[in-house]
């Protein structure tokens, strides 16, 4: 694997949205980012990644770009993109921007002209179809119809529920591909036209200042075509478009094309959103030449995952979390580098999901802060990008849900609504939507306890998590024990020149991996090894060590007012609940 200069380093998502807000209307907003850059250079960031803030009529958060050469105003002006470039190169920062190319806004030009003229040069800019009406039955058993008898070219799902297919606006017979909201119509990458338009507006914004992009939903740009139908999997009729993307071959052409188009002669940072990928691909997307210089590991968010509605989702466990993390670094091994999150802005917030619920309820206040710093420290250290979600690094937890009218995001409100047709009592769906909802990461940063929660002074686009006079950085900054100045910690040790060259490229060996709860590995280069090791339970376990220690580099119990003294020998040591080491071993 070749060494790059993005390997060492440690980077955040900002959801500018719910970020911080500096005129009152109650959205964050680009002058709020450029505010709060010394707060996370002096965190000990280095690549910052924005979600959308391109215009945008906001049917997805931003997803659903209407114009990818401007800003929209609710975030700010493009004078405030270029002030922030040339802020955060002072400070050696990078930025990095969403690249949203499956889809755009039905507000887009592209998609108001080809709505103009289906059958001109913009109707080949999206997947067009002109249907038929028929009295008969189709031939395949699996055919949906839209309700007013049209037979539509497949059965797939959209991933916010429904049929892919919509209506074309201002036409009777025809229809649009959609497989994400109806607002968010399918860009046709098989049309070379389109593909350099894509490819010129890449160039124009890396042309700009930026470092790269995080790719989003780039597997969905191939289709398995012709349109066909697959089993249904729900009372719908329809079948999950993950069972296309299983048939879908040759996406690596257009991704090659891509990163020879743009991002190499750019050099830029890259990483994608990518599910699905098989083993033996792994090189082509992140190897020394590969689609990207990275792609985010997703193997923890997505298990436990049912087509049948969030109802039907597994918690996961601590030895499943351990399973999915020891896995995919075996099967990554040297190939790449991985971008490793616990959270992002589509899912739940980590501590809430890979710390066991039924622990959080009933631990104490200190073994709770104890138990979201072991989850920081075994993410942190494995072989890949570690990255920090916004108000990750205070320990935000999820936000409870009282009623659906106070859910936002449609993700949720779809997931709700199959659930209640499916039979599920409207308080088993609000625990689902609890534990599943992406507004659990969405609600405003938790800045301090005061009106607000420091992050607007007028009434917030989200109501903000009620935790948030308990959990909020003022209140975290002084205390040395905090959420917040572990986070630093480990971003110091990471960086630290007398280790980080095992912490980066150090081989990566599973510990005591048959042990429940107990989540070990070493990291070895050379002459170097070091063990972290976490009790990953809320009793006290006396655990052997596999070589005898040479220095304790990190303890996440150590700045704990009442913290019991640590227990070491050369052969073991005794961890209480939820305690975790970083040691370095005699070798």
Avoid at 385 to 394: N, R
Avoid at 548 to 554: F, Q
Wanted: glycine share 8%; proline share 6%.
């Amino acid at each position: 694997m070749e060494k790059q200069w993005w390997h060492g380093k440690i980077a955040y998502q900002i959801y500018p949205k719910s970020f911080y807000d500096t005129d009152g209307d109650g959205i964050g907003d680009l002058p709020g980012i450029i505010e709060k850059l010394d707060y996370l250079k002096d965190l000990g960031v280095d690549i910052v990644w924005l979600s959308p803030v391109y215009r945008s009529p906001l049917a997805d958060q931003g997803y659903d770009i209407s114009d990818y050469y401007d800003i929209d105003p609710r975030f700010g002006t493009m004078d405030d993109i270029d002030r922030l470039l040339a802020e955060a190169k002072k400070r050696d920062m990078y930025i990095v921007m969403d690249l949203v190319v499956n889809h755009c806004s039905d507000e887009h030009e592209w998609f108001k002209k080809a709505c103009l003229d289906p059958e001109g040069e913009y109707g080949q800019y999206f997947y067009l179809k002109k249907l038929k009406k028929t009295a008969s039955s189709p031939d395949d058993a699996f055919a949906v119809r839209s309700p007013d008898g049209y037979v539509l070219p497949c059965n797939w799902r959209s991933y916010f529920g429904g049929p892919v297919w919509e209506k074309l606006p201002g036409h009777e017979d025809w229809f649009y591909l959609h497989v994400f909201h109806k607002k968010q119509p399918d860009l046709n990458w098989e049309n070379p036209k389109l593909r350099e338009e894509i490819y010129t507006m890449v160039n124009w914004w890396l042309d700009k200042g930026l470092a790269g992009f995080r790719i989003d939903a780039i597997i969905n740009i191939k289709k398995a075509l012709p349109f066909q139908n697959y089993a249904p999997d729900r009372e719908d009729g329809l079948c999950t478009i993950g069972r296309m993307l299983q048939d879908a071959r040759g996406v690596g052409e257009f991704l090659g094309e891509l990163r020879d188009r743009t991002f190499a002669p750019h050099q830029a940072f890259t990483v994608g959103e990518v599910f699905n990928e098989k083993a033996e691909e792994l090189p082509a997307f992140i190897g020394d030449h590969g689609y990207f210089s990275s792609m985010f590991d997703f193997s923890e968010t997505v298990w436990g995952s049912s087509h049948a509605g969030w109802h039907k989702n597994k918690g996961i466990t601590p030895d499943d979390y351990k399973g999915c993390l020891f896995s995919t670094q075996d099967k990554v091994g040297d190939i790449g580098f991985l971008s490793n999150i616990i959270e992002n802005h589509d899912e739940p917030r980590g501590v809430s999901r890979y710390i066991p619920p039924q622990d959080m309820k009933i631990m104490p206040e200190e073994m709770r802060t104890a138990a979201k710093k072991a989850l920081a420290t075994v993410y942190f250290f494995v072989r890949g990008l570690p990255w920090i979600y916004q108000g990750q690094e205070i320990g935000m937890e999820n936000v409870p849900i009282r009623s659906i009218s106070e859910v936002d995001d449609i993700a949720s409100i779809d997931a709700w609504n199959v659930m209640l047709r499916q039979g599920v009592s409207e308080k088993d769906a609000l625990l689902a939507l609890e534990r599943n909802s992406r507004d659990n990461a969405r609600t405003p940063f938790q800045w301090s306890g005061a009106p607000g929660a420091g992050f607007t002074t007028g009434t917030p686009w989200l109501r903000l998590n009620p935790g948030y006079t308990k959990i909020n950085l003022a209140q975290q900054t002084g205390d040395p024990a905090s959420v917040y100045n572990y986070y630093k910690k480990l971003i110091r040790l990471r960086k630290d020149s007398r280790y980080s060259g095992t912490m980066i490229y150090g081989s990566f060996e599973p510990y005591l991996a048959d042990q429940s709860r107990v989540i070990a590995y070493q990291r070895r280069s050379g002459a170097q090894a070091i063990l972290v090791v976490s009790n990953y339970t809320k009793e006290t376990r006396a655990l052997p060590l596999p070589a005898p220690v040479r220095k304790v580099l990190l303890d996440n119990c150590a700045d704990t007012p009442a913290g019991e003294p640590l227990q070491i020998t050369d052969k073991s040591v005794v961890l209480s609940g939820y305690r975790t080491l970083v040691l370095e071993l005699d070798v």
